[in-house]
């Protein structure tokens, strides 16, 4: 099944509330949530205090992708904010296995994600313990940016090392998605598929009713 991850990181911030409730009733599976510590990535977001808020106003899937420097400092704190799926970078914990197991110690899903230039060979000894994982296909840190075009082949590899290896790993994919590129990136493998700009922007219900319409 191909789900929907839309980033509140594109909401109204001044009724966020709304917004995520507004995104739930109109089909969207999960909630993206982006948290960025100004280290790792150059922006600053929010943390736990904002998940648990907006955890209240809905039941959906928290999919939390951690952009921030050793991840497994919080992870704990993350899941009781109200977190179902943990997602930290390869790049930015020393320790990926033990910080994979921390997550799933806890009794929830745990990610790996990959920036753009980052090999997808770094994570094939942890593949068959991770529950998904996130291709980056822009640069982490800000929205509204370009999909870079060779992220198409990488998710498409990364496809063939999960069913060679008989897995049944999801791959999310986020940034730069939209209307007009989601069906190929779906084509190529994934089956998670994260959208800020694209759903924010206008009508946030009419464009995830679209989005999960082009998704079939």
Do not use: W
Request: with cysteine; hydrophobic share 40%.
């Amino acid at each position: 099944m191909n789900i929907l991850a839309p980033s509140i990181l594109s909401a109204d911030f001044s009724k966020l509330g709304e917004e995520v409730k507004a995104i739930d009733e109109a089909g969207a599976q999960y909630v993206h949530i982006d948290v960025m510590d100004g280290l790792f990535v150059p922006s600053i977001s929010y943390g736990m205090p904002v998940i648990k808020s907006i955890r209240k106003c809905t039941d959906r899937f928290f999919d939390a992708h951690l952009m921030i420097e050793a991840p497994e400092r919080y992870i704990k704190d993350f899941y009781e904010a109200g977190c179902d799926l943990i997602t930290v970078h390869q790049e930015a914990t020393t320790h990926l296995d033990r910080t994979i197991h921390q997550i799933k110690e806890l009794g929830i899903k745990a990610g790996v994600a990959l920036n753009p230039a980052t090999p997808l060979e770094t994570i094939k000894y942890v593949l068959p313990i991770v529950d998904m994982v996130l291709i980056m296909s822009v640069n982490p840190g800000f929205g509204g940016q370009k999909y870079i075009d060779y992220s198409t082949k990488k998710i498409r590899q990364l496809k063939e090392m999960i069913d060679d290896r008989g897995l049944s790993t999801d791959i999310e994919v986020d940034g730069g998605i939209n209307t007009n590129n989601v069906k190929e990136v779906i084509k190529a493998g994934a089956n998670v598929i994260v959208a800020g700009s694209a759903v924010f922007k206008g009508d946030n219900r009419a464009n995830v009713k679209e989005f999960l319409e082009l998704m079939k």
